[in-house]
Protein backbone atom coordinates (compact mmCIF):
# COMPACT_ATOMS: atom_id res chain seq x y z
CA UNK A 1 0.00 0.00 0.00
CA UNK A 2 3.09 2.04 0.57
CA UNK A 3 4.18 1.52 -2.47
CA UNK A 4 1.24 2.67 -3.99
CA UNK A 5 0.82 5.77 -2.60
CA UNK A 6 4.81 6.86 -2.82
CA UNK A 7 4.21 7.20 -7.17
CA UNK A 8 0.94 9.66 -5.99
CA UNK A 9 3.29 11.77 -3.09
CA UNK A 10 6.33 12.49 -5.90
CA UNK A 11 3.52 13.30 -8.65
CA UNK A 12 2.16 15.79 -6.37
CA UNK A 13 5.21 17.16 -5.30
CA UNK A 14 6.30 17.78 -8.85
CA UNK A 15 2.94 19.67 -9.58
CA UNK A 16 3.72 22.29 -6.74
CA UNK A 17 7.12 22.20 -7.57
CA UNK A 18 8.01 25.48 -9.93
CA UNK A 19 8.15 24.92 -13.65
CA UNK A 20 11.86 24.78 -14.49
CA UNK A 21 10.58 27.30 -17.14
CA UNK A 22 8.60 29.61 -14.98
CA UNK A 23 12.20 29.97 -12.84
CA UNK A 24 14.61 30.47 -15.90
CA UNK A 25 12.28 33.26 -17.13
CA UNK A 26 11.70 34.97 -14.23
CA UNK A 27 15.56 34.88 -13.30
CA UNK A 28 16.33 35.92 -16.88
CA UNK A 29 14.55 39.22 -16.73
CA UNK A 30 15.11 39.98 -13.34
CA UNK A 31 18.93 39.54 -14.31
CA UNK A 32 18.61 42.52 -16.65
CA UNK A 33 17.26 45.02 -13.87
CA UNK A 34 20.28 43.62 -11.69
CA UNK A 35 22.87 44.15 -14.74
CA UNK A 36 21.07 47.84 -15.18
CA UNK A 37 22.14 48.53 -11.82
CA UNK A 38 25.55 47.16 -11.56
CA UNK A 39 26.33 49.15 -14.99
CA UNK A 40 25.30 52.27 -13.65
CA UNK A 41 27.89 52.00 -11.15
CA UNK A 42 30.30 51.91 -13.36
CA UNK A 43 29.01 54.15 -16.12
CA UNK A 44 25.72 56.23 -16.77
CA UNK A 45 22.45 56.83 -14.75
CA UNK A 46 21.07 54.91 -11.94
CA UNK A 47 17.59 53.69 -13.21
CA UNK A 48 16.52 53.42 -9.04
CA UNK A 49 16.60 57.76 -9.22
CA UNK A 50 13.65 57.22 -11.41
CA UNK A 51 11.59 54.84 -8.94
CA UNK A 52 9.30 56.32 -6.31
CA UNK A 53 10.39 55.87 -2.81
CA UNK A 54 8.28 53.09 -0.79
CA UNK A 55 6.92 55.92 1.36
CA UNK A 56 5.63 57.67 -1.90
CA UNK A 57 2.58 56.16 -1.92
CA UNK A 58 1.10 58.83 -3.89
CA UNK A 59 3.47 58.41 -6.50
CA UNK A 60 3.64 54.94 -6.22
CA UNK A 61 -0.07 55.01 -7.20
CA UNK A 62 0.04 57.19 -10.06
CA UNK A 63 2.68 55.33 -11.29
CA UNK A 64 1.20 52.05 -11.48
CA UNK A 65 -2.65 53.86 -12.51
CA UNK A 66 -0.96 55.70 -15.26
CA UNK A 67 0.92 52.64 -16.52
CA UNK A 68 -1.82 50.23 -16.75
CA UNK A 69 -4.35 52.93 -18.33
CA UNK A 70 -0.93 53.31 -20.65
CA UNK A 71 -0.72 49.83 -21.71
CA UNK A 72 -4.61 49.96 -23.83
CA UNK A 73 -2.94 51.93 -26.58
CA UNK A 74 -0.38 48.91 -26.71
CA UNK A 75 -2.73 46.15 -26.48
CA UNK A 76 -5.04 48.25 -28.87
CA UNK A 77 -2.45 48.67 -31.12
CA UNK A 78 -0.91 44.87 -31.79
CA UNK A 79 -4.60 44.23 -32.50
CA UNK A 80 -4.80 46.01 -35.72
CA UNK A 81 -1.56 44.53 -36.20
CA UNK A 82 -2.02 41.23 -35.86
CA UNK A 83 -4.96 41.92 -38.00
CA UNK A 84 -2.78 43.25 -40.90
CA UNK A 85 -3.03 40.85 -44.11
CA UNK A 86 0.45 40.94 -44.54
CA UNK A 87 2.80 37.47 -44.49
CA UNK A 88 5.52 39.11 -42.22
CA UNK A 89 2.81 39.17 -39.66
CA UNK A 90 1.56 36.32 -40.10
CA UNK A 91 4.47 34.65 -39.77
CA UNK A 92 4.88 36.42 -36.24
CA UNK A 93 1.81 35.09 -35.41
CA UNK A 94 2.73 31.30 -36.31
CA UNK A 95 6.19 31.87 -34.88
CA UNK A 96 5.20 33.24 -31.47
CA UNK A 97 2.17 29.99 -31.15
CA UNK A 98 5.24 27.55 -31.58
CA UNK A 99 8.02 29.45 -29.43
CA UNK A 100 6.06 30.94 -26.56
CA UNK A 101 2.55 29.74 -26.23
CA UNK A 102 4.07 26.08 -26.14
CA UNK A 103 6.02 26.65 -23.50
CA UNK A 104 3.52 28.71 -21.21
CA UNK A 105 0.01 27.31 -22.14
CA UNK A 106 -0.02 25.13 -18.88
CA UNK A 107 0.88 28.29 -16.75
CA UNK A 108 -1.49 29.48 -14.10
CA UNK A 109 -2.68 33.42 -14.12
CA UNK A 110 -0.89 34.14 -11.34
CA UNK A 111 2.59 32.60 -12.96
CA UNK A 112 2.29 34.10 -15.75
CA UNK A 113 1.55 37.81 -13.98
CA UNK A 114 5.21 36.76 -12.00
CA UNK A 115 6.37 36.47 -15.44
CA UNK A 116 5.15 39.62 -16.85
CA UNK A 117 6.00 41.50 -13.53
CA UNK A 118 9.36 40.40 -13.57
CA UNK A 119 9.97 41.11 -17.75
CA UNK A 120 7.87 44.61 -16.78
CA UNK A 121 10.57 45.40 -14.02
CA UNK A 122 14.22 44.14 -15.63
CA UNK A 123 13.23 45.56 -19.15
CA UNK A 124 12.39 48.52 -18.21
CA UNK A 125 15.37 48.87 -15.64
CA UNK A 126 17.65 48.14 -18.54
CA UNK A 127 15.97 49.87 -21.83
CA UNK A 128 14.60 52.93 -19.97
CA UNK A 129 15.83 53.37 -17.21
CA UNK A 130 19.33 52.62 -17.72
CA UNK A 131 20.20 52.66 -21.07
CA UNK A 132 18.00 55.86 -22.29
CA UNK A 133 18.77 57.89 -19.53
CA UNK A 134 22.65 56.92 -19.91
CA UNK A 135 22.52 58.39 -23.47
CA UNK A 136 20.04 61.02 -22.30
CA UNK A 137 22.05 62.78 -19.80
CA UNK A 138 20.54 64.20 -16.66
CA UNK A 139 16.75 65.60 -17.05
CA UNK A 140 17.30 69.23 -16.41
CA UNK A 141 19.95 69.17 -18.95
CA UNK A 142 18.00 67.41 -21.81
CA UNK A 143 18.17 68.60 -25.24
CA UNK A 144 15.62 67.79 -28.17
CA UNK A 145 18.17 66.11 -31.00
CA UNK A 146 20.45 64.73 -27.65
CA UNK A 147 16.91 62.92 -26.56
CA UNK A 148 15.58 61.84 -29.53
CA UNK A 149 18.46 59.75 -30.48
CA UNK A 150 17.79 57.95 -27.03
CA UNK A 151 14.94 56.87 -27.30
CA UNK A 152 15.11 56.06 -30.95
CA UNK A 153 18.80 54.03 -29.84
CA UNK A 154 17.28 52.50 -26.85
CA UNK A 155 14.22 51.34 -28.76
CA UNK A 156 16.11 49.69 -31.65
CA UNK A 157 18.04 47.88 -28.63
CA UNK A 158 15.32 46.96 -27.13
CA UNK A 159 13.67 45.37 -30.34
CA UNK A 160 17.33 43.75 -31.02
CA UNK A 161 16.18 41.88 -27.49
CA UNK A 162 13.36 40.46 -29.05
CA UNK A 163 14.38 38.77 -32.17
CA UNK A 164 11.77 36.31 -32.68
CA UNK A 165 11.15 37.58 -36.17
CA UNK A 166 11.99 40.63 -37.94
CA UNK A 167 8.31 42.16 -37.21
CA UNK A 168 8.34 40.98 -34.03
CA UNK A 169 12.00 43.27 -33.70
CA UNK A 170 10.24 46.38 -35.24
CA UNK A 171 6.68 45.66 -34.14
CA UNK A 172 8.48 45.78 -30.17
CA UNK A 173 11.31 48.96 -31.37
CA UNK A 174 8.10 50.90 -32.01
CA UNK A 175 6.52 49.60 -28.32
CA UNK A 176 9.92 50.67 -26.90
CA UNK A 177 9.68 54.17 -28.27
CA UNK A 178 6.15 54.22 -26.85
CA UNK A 179 7.51 53.40 -23.11
CA UNK A 180 9.93 55.76 -23.40
CA UNK A 181 7.78 58.42 -24.04
CA UNK A 182 5.96 57.52 -21.04
CA UNK A 183 9.15 58.10 -18.90
CA UNK A 184 9.82 61.78 -20.79
CA UNK A 185 6.38 62.65 -19.76
CA UNK A 186 5.87 61.15 -16.32
CA UNK A 187 9.56 61.16 -15.38
CA UNK A 188 8.33 58.24 -13.43
CA UNK A 189 10.25 54.77 -14.25
CA UNK A 190 7.31 53.41 -12.48
CA UNK A 191 4.75 54.27 -15.35
CA UNK A 192 6.82 52.71 -18.27
CA UNK A 193 7.46 49.16 -15.62
CA UNK A 194 3.82 48.95 -14.94
CA UNK A 195 2.60 49.52 -19.17
CA UNK A 196 5.27 47.15 -19.54
CA UNK A 197 3.77 44.38 -17.38
CA UNK A 198 0.05 44.90 -17.73
CA UNK A 199 0.88 44.88 -21.75
CA UNK A 200 2.24 41.18 -21.38
CA UNK A 201 0.33 39.91 -18.38
CA UNK A 202 -2.78 40.70 -20.63
CA UNK A 203 -1.73 39.35 -23.86
CA UNK A 204 -0.16 35.88 -22.24
CA UNK A 205 -3.38 35.54 -20.82
CA UNK A 206 -5.60 35.99 -23.70
CA UNK A 207 -3.46 34.14 -26.04
CA UNK A 208 -2.68 31.10 -23.59
CA UNK A 209 -6.22 30.96 -22.99
CA UNK A 210 -7.64 30.98 -26.94
CA UNK A 211 -4.36 27.98 -27.31
CA UNK A 212 -5.79 26.10 -24.35
CA UNK A 213 -9.49 25.88 -25.55
CA UNK A 214 -8.26 25.53 -29.43
Not at 32 to 49: C, K, Q
Not at 94 to 115: A, H, P
Not at 168 to 182: C, D, E, F, Q, R
Not at 188 to 203: E, G, K, S
Request: no cysteine.
Amino acid sequence: MEDDDEPLEQESKRNQDPPPVLLTAVGLELALGLAAILLSWAWGADPRERVPRIHEYGELARGIGFGILAAVPMLLLIQLVERLPIDSIRDLREETEERLLGMLSGFSVSELGLISLAAGVGEELLFRGWLMMSLAGPIEHWQTPTLVMAIVLSSIAFGLAHPITPAYVVVTAVIGVYLAMLLVWSGNLLVPIAAHAFYDFVQLVVATRAERSE
